[in-house]
């Protein structure tokens, strides 16, 4: 199986404002590490079209994975 941004966006749309989900999002993400240019392009593409609660759930999300995985 391969990652395709309908997968990543499908997750993101997913994605709670609770420690839980930001945790459980950051481990598929770091699942999916040999893909993190293209989750970081699709990420920056999907926070760009996001409102301001949406973009404080994905800044921590960026923040999970850059300090703990």
Request: proline fraction near 0%; glycine fraction near 2%.
């Amino acid at each position: 199986m391969a990652l395709t941004e309908e997968m990543f966006l499908e997750k993101l749309n997913k994605l709670s404002n609770t420690q839980q989900g930001i945790e459980n999002m950051s481990s598929w993400c770091c699942f999916w590490r040999n893909d993190a240019r293209r989750i970081v392009q699709w990420w920056e593409e999907a926070f760009s079209r996001a409102d301001k609660t949406k973009r404080l759930t994905m800044i921590y999300l960026a923040n999970d994975v850059l300090q703990n995985r």
